[in-house]
């Protein structure tokens, strides 16, 4: 009788996900194994997978890895019981990872301070910034992270969203701002309140695009993206308009460097275990893309292309 292996061909790991882990299992007893055939642009350095005795491959993104969108991982599952014809057997498996950049601010952006709005590279630790729900707060790390021309070229989701002067209401922003994809925007208003009985939510600045007063860009530089951390994740101003300081659940470990993810576990070491990362919330409620666009900006007329990137706004 054929050793046949049963379980899923494809594996989809959803976002902000570090491990994912699937059974597998064969019509008679046997031992596994698991060969890694193909991980487009990763490296064997940016993933872990491995399959037990008992047929459960687990698959791990290593802390700081940049998974292109469309990146999968194609693995070849062998489950065998011995020699000859009829204990051998093959599976094929493809494993759809998720794109991951975590939110930030493009060097030039002016970020409101106790002593007035700084452009966030001259930030320090234990500066003191406003927030919109008790006293101004010290900021307890600070992160860079900068992208070459190349890299932005070979990881087009990562590049920046400009959002222009008054695209979210008069004033909101007072001038332009610069943002990664998946930096959340506080959205208020009628919209909010109507759409999802709540005063205040987060958009990602991508799913707010509109092909006019915000629009992801095509840079000509390098772009430096900052990270600010504080005791909570909170609500602060730049240029005017309200967003978030770095959320630290699954998602930015995921997207930040292993020495930032190191320094940060030193200062909250209960982030070390996945339900210390889980006991973390959003400040506030976090929309899907389809929420995002009906409670977002005011479209524009849609002109083609993409924007470039003024001098100004990168390093």
């Known amino acids: ?15 902000a996900t570090e491990t994912i882990t699937q059974l597998y299992t064969a019509s008679k007893p046997a031992a596994w194994s698991v060969v890694v055939t193909g991980d487009g642009a990763l490296t064997p350095a940016d993933y ?12 791990t993104l290593m802390p700081g890895v940049i998974v292109p969108p469309g990146t999968a991982l194609s693995l070849t599952i062998s489950a065998s019981s011995g020699p000859g014809a009829g204990n051998n057997g093959s599976l094929n498996v493809t494993v759809n990872l998720p794109a991951g950049v975590v939110p930030c601010f493009v060097a030039g952006s002016l970020i409101d301070t106790v002593e007035g709005p700084r452009p966030v590279e001259t930030l320090a630790v234990g500066d003191l910034v406003p927030v919109e729900d008790g006293p101004p707060q010290p900021i307890l790390w600070i992160g ?3 992208l070459s021309i ?3 070229g070979a990881n087009p989701h990562l590049r920046p969203v400009r959002i222009r002067r008054d695209a979210l209401g008069p004033s909101c922003p007072h001038r332009t701002l610069w943002v990664s994809p998946q930096h959340r925007i506080v959205l208020q208003g009628w919209r909010a309140e109507l759409f999802f009985g709540e005063a205040q939510v987060f958009a990602a600045a991508i799913h707010l695009t509109n092909d006019d007063t915000i629009r992801q860009c095509r840079p000509n530089r390098a772009v430096t993206y900052y990270h600010l951390a504080f005791e909570r994740h909170l609500l602060l101003r730049a240029h005017g308009l309200l967003s978030e300081s770095i959320f630290l659940g699954d998602i930015a470990f995921l997207a930040l460097r292993r020495s930032d993810v190191e320094e940060l576990l030193v200062l909250f070491p209960e982030l070390r275990s996945r339900t210390g990362r889980d006991a973390s919330r959003t400040r506030l409620r976090c929309l899907t893309g389809s929420e995002a666009r009906l409670a977002g900006a005011r479209s524009g007329p849609g002109r083609r292309g993409q924007p470039r990137a003024p001098q100004s706004a990168i390093t």
């Open 150 to 152: 190349a890299d932005l």
């Open 1 to 15: 009788m054929a050793l046949n292996i049963f379980g899923p061909p494809v594996i989809n790991v959803p976002p």
């Open 48 to 59: 872990s997978v491995t399959i037990s005795g008992s047929g459960l491959l687990t698959v």
């Open 144 to 146: 860079k992270r900068t």
